[in-house]
């Protein structure tokens, strides 16, 4: 009896150590990664430490080995996916990027192996709490204090959100996570709003943003600009070219234009913060989501609009076509010319360097009004292919100096380009614009976060041989510190001969993740003194 006495404290006590220093491992982890990448702190040590105690009394006495399997599958998956996105983006995962992992899969993976060099810390820790939490599964087995109890409890823990947010839609946890919050509630607040929200909204096709709609502008004139050439680059950030204040000479041909009275020079406010996003709200002039019917009907699409007014139409990108979704929203039956990388590579999963782009524009038939649009690769991830080695200016011991390097070659494309627009015959006009932009720092890089401003901040340059281009550019985007992209935009419908809707830089709004705003969208109000603008969430 003494005996059992004794193993019964004994082995209470090796399970005591051992949930202490699974927890103490942990939340070190945490500690160290928030630190490296300079991520705000957590507010309270303690509270953490006692989540990740939880999931240690979990991992141990659960009577069910399904119960423990579980949580060991939940906690090295969450860490490794929400260490892996500070060490990226340099913020945790939301629903929506949950559902953007498996839709954009193949994107995700070339951005994850770019980086494997760079991320040694992250692939560090993943590993210690990897191991700690295998080695927590290989102690059970030898321990035989499990309790019923505590595999009811686990199971609590782990269905309790998911259950409460798809039976009350109302409540709105996890739907942007917070950085104050730790690894294990961001990840369990993010899987509930996952499962009760994310999930049903993107397979029904179901929104709580109303649907907006308007009519087709209105015929004014005939065009006054025989071709328009538009570069819609890509997550190119005005916040990271010289020409914008930057202080490394990133964009030297652009700054060379500017300081020569060349061209129109300004930034604008990208339409969302993704290219599936931003680009058919570009082409369709949609101000806000949820804008779904808008783009199906037609009514405001640029092709359509610029066929009927006699342009042959032009659709090039050097992006790979598996990455093209959005294509489909751009109106294909209005597009004359189509050319992905897959035309050149037969491999749908492969880009070609953005160079092609120049040698379309080249063998374009100059015999009729064209509206022409450029699609490079430009500075999407991963950074170390968008740019050949004689234009890695800035060197290749860091993933920022290679997304610099990137707009270093987009700003010769930009000069290339622009000198082959200008051997067209009549008039021409040259628009430099960006789908969304990078958030860019010594140790984190990415897109996809409101928190950071250049995600959504982007280059507007425009350059023509007519006066009358010129004088209404100035007239409509002037007088705006930034402007929305819906007016620029509509300023190229404007060029085509349209009605513009769209002048005032005032208010104005930036989707998130979806155009349906299911991710929710900011509304953007500029201050009484002009200084800046307010922001404000909306997600219906």
């Given at each position: 009896?003494?005996?059992?006495?004794?193993?019964?404290?004994?082995?209470?006590?090796?399970?005591?150590?051992?949930?202490?220093?699974?927890?103490?491992?942990?939340?070190?982890?945490?500690?160290?990664?928030?630190?490296?990448?300079?991520?705000?702190?957590?507010?309270?040590?303690?509270?953490?430490?006692?989540?990740?105690?939880?999931?240690?009394?979990?991992?141990?006495?659960?009577?069910?080995?399904i119960?423990?399997?579980?949580?060991?599958?939940?906690?090295?998956?969450?860490?490794?996916?929400?260490?892996?996105?500070?060490?990226?983006?340099?913020?945790?995962?939301?629903?929506?990027?949950?559902?953007?992992?498996?839709?954009?899969?193949?994107?995700?993976?070339?951005?994850?192996?770019?980086?494997?060099?760079?991320?040694?810390?992250?692939?560090?820790?993943?590993?210690?709490?990897?191991?700690?939490?295998?080695?927590?599964?290989?102690?059970?087995?030898?321990?035989?204090?499990?309790?019923?109890s505590?595999?009811?409890?686990?199971?609590?823990?782990?269905?309790?959100?998911?259950?409460?947010?798809?039976?009350?839609?109302?409540?709105?946890?996890?739907?942007?996570?917070?950085?104050?919050?730790?690894?294990?509630?961001?990840?369990?607040?993010?899987?509930?709003?996952?499962?009760?929200?994310?999930?049903?909204?993107?397979?029904?096709?179901?929104?709580?943003?109303?649907?907006?709609?308007?009519?087709?502008?209105?015929?004014?004139?005939?065009?006054?600009?025989?071709?328009?050439?538009?570069?819609?680059?890509e997550?190119?950030?005005?916040?990271?070219?010289?020409?914008?204040?930057?202080?490394?000479?990133t964009t030297?041909?652009?700054?060379?234009?500017?300081?020569?009275?060349?061209?129109?020079?300004s930034?604008?406010?990208?339409?969302?913060?993704?290219?599936?996003?931003?680009?058919p709200?570009?082409?369709?002039?949609?101000?806000?989501?949820?804008?779904?019917?808008?783009?199906?009907?037609?009514?405001?699409?640029?092709?359509?609009?610029?066929?009927e007014?006699?342009?042959?139409?032009?659709?090039?990108?050097?992006?790979?076509?598996?990455?093209?979704?959005?294509?489909?929203?751009?109106?294909?039956?209005?597009?004359?010319?189509?050319?992905?990388?897959?035309?050149?590579?037969?491999?749908?999963?492969?880009?070609?360097?953005?160079?092609?782009?120049?040698?379309?524009?080249?063998?374009?038939?100059?015999?009729?009004?064209?509206?022409?649009?450029?699609?490079?690769?430009?500075?999407?991830?991963?950074?170390?292919?968008r740019?050949?080695?004689?234009?890695?200016?800035?060197?290749?011991?860091?993933?920022?100096?290679?997304?610099?390097?990137?707009?270093?070659?987009?700003?010769?494309?930009?000069?290339?380009?622009?000198?082959?627009?200008?051997?067209?015959?009549?008039?021409?006009?040259?628009?430099?614009?960006?789908?969304?932009?990078?958030?860019?720092t010594?140790?984190?890089?990415?897109?996809?976060?409101?928190?950071?401003?250049?995600?959504?901040?982007?280059?507007?340059y425009?350059d023509?041989?007519?006066?009358?281009?010129?004088?209404?550019?100035?007239?409509?985007?002037?007088?705006?510190?930034?402007?929305?992209?819906?007016?620029?935009?509509?300023?190229?419908?404007?060029?085509?001969?349209?009605?513009?809707?769209?002048?005032?830089?005032?208010?104005?709004?930036?989707?998130?993740?979806?155009?349906?705003?299911?991710?929710?969208?900011?509304?953007?109000?500029?201050?009484?003194?002009?200084?800046?603008?307010?922001?404000?969430?909306?997600?219906?």
């Amino acid at each position: 009896m003494l005996l059992k006495v004794k193993s019964f404290f004994f082995e209470n006590k090796i399970i005591a150590i051992s949930i202490f220093l699974f927890s103490f491992l942990i939340t070190t982890s945490e500690i160290l990664i928030r630190d490296y990448y300079g991520i705000a702190q957590l507010p309270n040590v303690i509270v953490p430490f006692f989540y990740n105690l939880l999931l240690g009394v979990i991992l141990l006495t659960a009577s069910s080995s399904i119960v423990a399997l579980i949580y060991v599958i939940f906690i090295v998956t969450i860490f490794a996916i929400q260490y892996s996105n500070i060490g990226y983006f340099g913020y945790w995962i939301s629903p929506m990027d949950i559902w953007l992992l498996f839709e954009k899969m193949t994107e995700v993976v070339q951005a994850g192996v770019s980086v494997i060099s760079h991320s040694y810390v992250v692939l560090a820790m993943i590993f210690l709490v990897s191991s700690s939490t295998i080695l927590m599964l290989v102690l059970r087995r030898i321990l035989h204090n499990k309790y019923k109890s505590v595999s009811v409890i686990g199971l609590v823990v782990l269905l309790f959100y998911p259950v409460k947010m798809t039976i009350d839609k109302d409540v709105e946890l996890g739907r942007l996570p917070k950085i104050s919050h730790s690894v294990v509630k961001t990840s369990i607040y993010t899987m509930g709003y996952f499962v009760g929200h994310t999930f049903p909204e993107e397979v029904l096709g179901l929104s709580s943003v109303p649907s907006v709609k308007r009519d087709e502008p209105i015929k004014l004139r005939d065009p006054i600009s025989d071709n328009i050439i538009l570069l819609m680059g890509e997550s190119l950030s005005s916040s990271f070219m010289s020409v914008y204040g930057f202080q490394k000479p990133t964009t030297p041909w652009l700054e060379q234009q500017k300081q020569q009275g060349k061209g129109f020079f300004s930034e604008g406010f990208s339409g969302g913060l993704f290219t599936d996003v931003s680009v058919p709200y570009f082409f369709n002039m949609i101000e806000k989501p949820n804008a779904l019917q808008q783009i199906s009907s037609g009514d405001t699409n640029i092709f359509r609009l610029a066929k009927e007014q006699g342009y042959e139409t032009y659709f090039y990108s050097s992006q790979m076509s598996s990455g093209l979704a959005l294509v489909s929203s751009l109106g294909t039956s209005w597009i004359d010319h189509y050319a992905d990388a897959e035309s050149i590579t037969g491999d749908r999963n492969k880009a070609v360097d953005d160079s092609q782009l120049i040698t379309w524009l080249k063998e374009v038939n100059t015999g009729s009004k064209k509206f022409i649009v450029l699609n490079p690769s430009g500075s999407h991830e991963p950074y170390i292919l968008r740019s050949p080695q004689e234009m890695k200016v800035f060197g290749q011991d860091s993933i920022q100096n290679e997304y610099y390097n990137s707009v270093y070659y987009t700003d010769y494309l930009i000069r290339e380009l622009q000198r082959e627009t200008s051997l067209f015959p009549g008039s021409w006009t040259f628009i430099l614009t960006s789908d969304h932009g990078q958030n860019i720092t010594g140790r984190t890089a990415g897109k996809g976060s409101f928190d950071f401003v250049s995600n959504y901040l982007v280059p507007i340059y425009i350059d023509s041989n007519s006066e009358e281009v010129m004088h209404l550019t100035r007239s409509r985007l002037g007088s705006c510190n930034i402007s929305f992209q819906v007016q620029l935009s509509s300023l190229v419908a404007e060029f085509i001969g349209y009605e513009n809707e769209f002048t005032s830089c005032d208010q104005g709004f930036v989707s998130g993740k979806r155009r349906t705003g299911n991710s929710g969208y900011m509304q953007l109000t500029k201050e009484t003194d002009g200084s800046g603008y307010n922001s404000k969430m909306i997600f219906h």
